[in-house]
């Protein structure tokens, strides 16, 4: 039986998949080939990059006029700055590809032959120039996870293959794709023997276009899930369908993850007379965060990056984003942790991301966290909004401020305590969704349990800004509104340099908003 898979290249023996070629501009690449152009793919992780080139190989050889060889040279990147350690793997790696996907063992008696006669910085064109003089057909090679590479390692292939580039295609690959998450204007590269960094674009500055793969659209997404169904005959609602492209906005490998865990890892999933629901994917989303699925671990990792930190802070806190170079936003877009909406404008790249990266980042002040007592619930097992503040108060009071250093990013460490309190709250028996976005102000938070909804607006009092709660309480009223509340609690993070311990400044009070909702204000 077929599955979703999640892991490396689909095989469409063993995988639910969409056509790989119907993903690309298929004519393009074919012409850029006939050209003999050499140029790139890059998209972000586990998006069917790999899938892509495998597929695009076997239907160049199928054809005969070329003759296509993929290789993966992630198996270089542990030498680093050794260049003559690098350059032996990558052409061991291009001969041992060329040995498994076109029966070619001319390429191994090639590769010995230059790793034994040539130095590090000439190896692998030696390789390319002996090999293609000797191949019966123009060769297009596909070279993945090239970003993988740093520094001297990475000038060196760059530069070898802009020196092979005039003797194209007889004694030279006629094209060379290469592949990676990012695009090749962001290789950063500082070389030990370079003063200063050089861009990879002056480094093959041969390349004649960059090409980038993008997610699924709501009919694709759709048309995958579906091969399931004919394929075991379980159906999904409605409903269940669209939610999983409003939770992924087609990016694939969460499409596949979060059917992969409705369809055969969830126990009334996979009896297959049972139609998956909305609540089967939703809860499927939910396991996937819980379990930090390597994906999304990966994805928490690159927050750590000064680059990342630079634009998801003051997106988390709604602040405008400054003097943020361009090279570090389009990197976080060619990461897929961004996109750039139609009318302009960076937002979190789906639903999945926006949940998962306020919970990744107020991990540390949640595992930081004393034991509290559930206070906040009645007799019955319901939440009690009243108990629930008083239990936040004390809790904030006698915690927030050694909390606030166990978050990691200093300007919303108070948004990630609160996050992390609200997370023990919740416990699984309720959600947690947040809104939030560059230049609105604040950070709008919903908590659901059972039948009752507490809508919440978090905003920062800083130093030489006016008290924020005018403008708050009216962006409550159309937060509410939109939850078809009429309460919910403003918090206001007072950051001013000076002020009282947080045990004596926290107090709450009740007032009322412009449209006459009844509004708690917490000042904290």
């Known amino acids: 039986m077929r599955f979703f898979n999640t892991e490396g290249p689909n095989r469409a023996e063993d995988h639910y998949c969409l056509p790989p070629l119907e993903r690309w501009d298929l004519a393009e690449i074919l012409t850029l080939i006939d050209q003999k152009k050499y140029f790139l793919l890059h998209a972000p992780r586990q998006t069917g990059k790999t899938s892509c080139l495998l597929a695009l190989a076997e239907l160049l050889n199928r054809e005969g006029r070329y003759r296509a060889l993929y290789a993966n040279l992630e198996t270089a990147q542990p030498a680093r700055e050794d260049v003559r350690l690098a350059m032996t793997g990558m052409v061991q790696t291009l001969a041992n590809s060329a040995r498994f996907w076109l029966k070619d063992t001319q390429a191994e008696a090639i590769a010995r032959e230059v790793l034994a006669d040539q130095s590090a910085t000439v190896a692998l064109e030696q390789f390319l120039t002996h090999w293609c003089e000797a191949s019966p057909l123009p060769v297009v090679l596909m070279l993945d996870e090239v970003d993988a590479l740093v520094g001297d390692t990475l000038i060196s292939l760059l530069r070898q293959l802009r020196a092979g580039y005039p003797q194209r295609p007889r004694s030279f690959p006629q094209t060379v794709i290469l592949c990676g998450v990012r695009d090749l204007r962001d290789y950063r590269i500082h070389a030990s023997s370079e003063k200063t960094a050089i861009t990879g674009g002056s480094?093959?500055?041969?390349?004649?276009?960059?090409?980038?793969?993008?997610?699924?659209?709501?009919?694709?997404?759709?048309?995958?899930?579906?091969?399931?169904?004919?394929?075991?005959?379980?159906?999904?609602?409605?409903?269940?369908?669209?939610?999983?492209?409003?939770?992924?906005?087609?990016?694939?490998?969460?499409?596949?993850?979060?059917?992969?865990?409705?369809?055969?890892?969830?126990?009334?999933?996979?009896?297959?007379?049972?139609?998956?629901?909305?609540?089967?994917?939703?809860?499927?989303?939910?396991?996937?965060?819980?379990?930090?699925?390597?994906?999304?671990?990966?994805?928490?990792?690159?927050?750590?990056?000064?680059?990342?930190?630079?634009?998801?802070?003051?997106?988390?806190?709604?602040?405008?984003?400054?003097?943020?170079?361009?090279?570090?936003?389009?990197?976080?877009?060619?990461?897929?942790?961004?996109?750039?909406?139609?009318?302009?404008?960076?937002?979190?790249?789906?639903?999945?991301?926006?949940?998962?990266?306020?919970?990744?980042?107020?991990?540390?002040?949640?595992?930081?966290?004393?034991?509290?007592?559930?206070?906040?619930?009645?007799?019955?097992?319901?939440?009690?909004?009243?108990?629930?503040?008083?239990?936040?108060?004390?809790?904030?009071?006698?915690?927030?401020?050694?909390?606030?250093?166990?978050?990691?990013?200093?300007?919303?460490?108070?948004?990630?305590?609160?996050?992390?309190?609200?997370?023990?709250?919740?416990?699984?028996?309720?959600?947690?969704?947040?809104?939030?976005?560059?230049?609105?102000?604040?950070?709008?938070?919903?908590?659901?349990?059972?039948?009752?909804?507490?809508?919440?607006?978090?905003?920062?009092?800083?130093?030489?800004?006016?008290?924020?709660?005018?403008?708050?309480?009216?962006?409550?009223?159309?937060?509410?509104?939109?939850?078809?509340?009429?309460?919910?609690?403003?918090?206001?993070?007072?950051?001013?340099?000076?002020?009282?311990?947080?045990?004596?400044?926290t107090a709450s009070s009740e007032m009322q908003s412009p449209q006459g909702r009844l509004i708690t204000v917490v000042r904290a």
């Open 203 to 505: 480094a093959f500055n041969i390349k004649a276009k960059s090409l980038r793969l993008g997610d699924f659209n709501a009919e694709e997404v759709q048309k995958l899930l579906l091969e399931h169904t004919t394929e075991t005959g379980q159906a999904f609602t409605p409903e269940a369908l669209d939610r999983v492209w409003t939770l992924t906005l087609g990016q694939p490998w969460l499409v596949n993850a979060l059917a992969y865990e409705a369809c055969f890892d969830n126990r009334e999933g996979r009896d297959r007379s049972q139609t998956i629901t909305l609540e089967q994917i939703d809860q499927a989303k939910e396991n996937l965060i819980l379990r930090r699925v390597t994906h999304l671990d990966q994805l928490a990792d690159k927050l750590r990056e000064a680059r990342v930190r630079r634009i998801i802070e003051p997106m988390l806190a709604g602040a405008l984003l400054g003097e943020v170079p361009e090279d570090d936003r389009q990197y976080l877009v060619d990461l897929g942790l961004l996109r750039r909406e139609g009318r302009g404008g960076l937002v979190i790249a789906n639903p999945i991301y926006r949940e998962v990266l306020p919970r990744m980042l107020a991990g540390g002040p949640q595992d930081s966290l004393p034991q509290i007592t559930p206070t906040w619930l009645n007799p019955d097992g319901s939440l009690n909004p009243t108990q629930l503040l008083d239990a936040f108060l004390r809790f904030w009071r006698q915690h927030g401020q050694p909390l606030l250093g166990s978050a990691p990013y200093h300007e919303i460490a108070p948004h990630l305590v609160l996050m992390a309190f609200l997370h023990r709250v919740v416990n699984g028996d309720g959600t947690l969704e947040r809104e939030y976005a560059i230049g609105r102000g604040r950070m709008d938070l919903c908590l659901r349990y059972g039948p009752v909804t507490l809508g919440m607006e978090l905003k920062v009092w800083a130093d030489g800004k006016a008290d924020p709660l005018t403008d708050g309480l009216e962006q409550l009223d159309g937060y509410l509104a939109g939850l078809s509340l009429d309460s919910g609690w403003l918090i206001i993070f007072d950051r001013r340099s000076g002020q009282p311990p947080i045990r004596e400044r």
